[in-house]
């Protein structure tokens, strides 16, 4: 695995998306919810961090996939 460029909320994110026990996998994703929730607070006043904000973006959406498809959460976002 490369290293991670965010590690403060990529880590919790990254063993979100390779947990595969159903009950952990919850207790991962809202950890990595709220890893990424503090970080958008801390950075929220700077206007830069823009590759970070973009990463962000994408993982808060691969984690909403993976709540939907894994955990059966409905899907807030239908296309």
């Known amino acids: 695995m490369s290293e ?3 590690p403060e909320w ?3 994110y990254q063993e ?3 947990e595969t026990d159903k009950q952990q996998l919850e207790a991962k994703i809202h950890f990595a919810e709220w890893k990424i929730f ?3 607070q801390t950075i929220s006043a700077d206007s830069d ?3 970070e904000r973009s ?3 994408d993982a808060v959406n691969a984690l909403g996939v993976l709540k939907r498809d894994a955990l059966n959460y409905p ?3 239908p296309h």
């Open 16 to 18: 979100a998306l390779l």
């Open 75 to 77: 899907d807030w976002n």
């Open 49 to 51: 961090h823009h590759g």
């Open 55 to 57: 990463a962000i973006a």
């Open 10 to 12: 990529q880590k919790p």
């Open 4 to 6: 991670l460029r965010y």
């Open 38 to 40: 503090q970080r958008l």
